[in-house]
Structure formats: structure tokens, C-alpha cells
């Protein structure tokens, strides 16, 4: 298995440059087509003195803004991936979530710096990843470079686990050690046994893995001290255990993990 398409987003309000540096160096690793996209909209309503109104030429004035900041993210891309690699660009006047969703059709991995709050301008992470069907990769803040020497594979006996163990399997390939982990407050045999048979899959790859429980509960914060501690730079987590509200009203290691901007994380549903 490998990645033979990757999609990466260029935010319309950050710096494009580490992005696409970073997809650019996966796209060469596993020699894949790279599409670079980018995508904004215009909020269908603006503020006025008497209110919310339609307001149609300040809404052309937002597009053409918009359309010329899709321009300028085209250059650099052009610009800053290597003619060596296999590329094509495409920009959308929508929703970047919206966009990509559709270009995930025909692509094995999705690429993305951290969300936003304006949906309009920026990816909403927990709703692509939740409905993209893909692995996202989110990549850490201003990131040029995923080396993925350590991985840390988050375990939790379940499909979305186990889906982003399989959606990961071109990263742990390549991987000098893969570390597979359960938070538990107890290591029982259900437990050990459930890792054991991670480590069997994996093994059956050609690919080497030891096994780790974490005393504890299964918190974010845990995690990404844990894969520190091993000084791992990718984690591999399933997203979204419980129902997505449960997740988002109190806590969870999905969100904890979405939170995060210092370490690169790939998430699967």
C-alpha cells in the first residue's frame, strides 16, 4: 500500500510556504501525484447599519479579494514544488471543508495545516475528518519536514482504530520504530492481547512494532506527553470513539488531539 495521490490544503489567511514544502517531500517519498488546493468564500450576509442584509457589491468585492489571493497561492505552489514531482492545481469559491471533501474522491491522503473558526476561510478539521473518508494528516504548526523516524500508534480496540492503523501503513513502513499504545488505568489481558494482535498485523507488513500500555485514563494531554517521552513526531490516532457531541462537549482525546499544533498527527474515522 502506498499513497499514490495526496491533496494538500493552502489556507487562504496563513503562511503557504512549510505546507507545501512538507507535501511536496511526501509526495517525492512515496511517489505520488501531489494536487494542491485552496478555497474561500464569500459569508452570504454582511453587517449593515439596519442589520444583516444581502449586500451584492460588497460580496463581489470579497470574490475578486478571494480570487485574487487563490492567484497568489497558485504561484507559490507552482513555484515551490519541484518539476520532478507529478503536480496539478485547483481552487474553489466555497467552503475549504466543502472542497475538500470533493477532492478526497480521488485522492488516498489529505494534507492540511491546523483549522480556524471562519468556516468560510478555513478547514473545519473534526468535520473533514469526520466526513472526508480519508486520513488526514494535520500537520504541526509551520512544519516543513515530517521525517516520521518514531510513530506513535494511539490503540483503542475499535473501527476507527483500526482503520487508521491500515490508512497509516505507508508511514510505518517507512518508520525506524513504531510504538503502538493503549491508555488503560489497568493493563489486563484483554488488553495485552489486543496489542499483541496489532503487533501481529503489523508484523505480517514487514513491519516492526513494539507494544506499550499507558496508565491511565485515555486523555490527550497523556498522549502527546507519552510520544514526546519516545520523541515520536507523528501520531496515529482513530477519531471520534464516541459519538462526535460527546466528543467536542467534554473533552476527549479527538479534540485534545485536533488542539494540538506541536506535533503532526494523522486521524482517521
Known sequence: MSYRTIVVNLAVDTKPAP?????????KRF??????????DV????ATGEGLVYEGE??????????????????????????????????????????????ARSADLIVTANGGEDVFRAVDIGGLVLGVGRPVLI????AEHLLGKTVLVAWKDGREARRALSDSLPFLATANEVVVASMEPHSS?????SLADVAV?????????????????????RLVA????????????????????TEWAFGGVTRSLIGQSGITRLLSN
Not at 459569508?43 to 454582511?46: D, I, N
Not at 498485523?201 to 490527550?220: K, M, P, W, Y
Open 139 to 142: 500537520a504541526a504548526e509551520n
Open 58 to 103: 460588497v460580496m463581489q468585492i470579497q470574490r475578486t479579494e478571494i480570487e485574487k489571493r487563490l492567484a497568489e497561492l497558485r504561484d507559490i505552489f507552482e513555484e515551490l514544488v519541484p518539476s520532478s514531482i507529478n503536480n496539478e492545481w485547483t481552487q474553489h469559491i466555497c467552503g475549504p471543508t466543502r472542497a475538500l471533501g470533493v477532492a
Open 43 to 46: 459569508p452570504p450576509l454582511v
Open 201 to 221: 498485523f503489523l508484523e505480517q507488513h514487514g513491519i516492526t512494532a513494539r507494544t506499550e500500555v499507558i496508565a491511565g485514563d485515555a486523555e490527550g494531554d
Open 226 to 245: 507519552f510520544a514526546r517521552s519516545i520523541h515520536a513526531d507523528l501520531i496515529v490516532s482513530g477519531a471520534y470513539g464516541h459519538s462526535r457531541l
Open 189 to 193: 489481558e484483554d488488553v495485552r492481547n
Open 19 to 27: 505546507i507545501v514544502k512538507l507535501a511536496a517531500e511526501l509526495a
Open 31 to 40: 511517489d505520488a501525484h501531489l494536487i494542491g488546493l485552496a478555497a474561500a
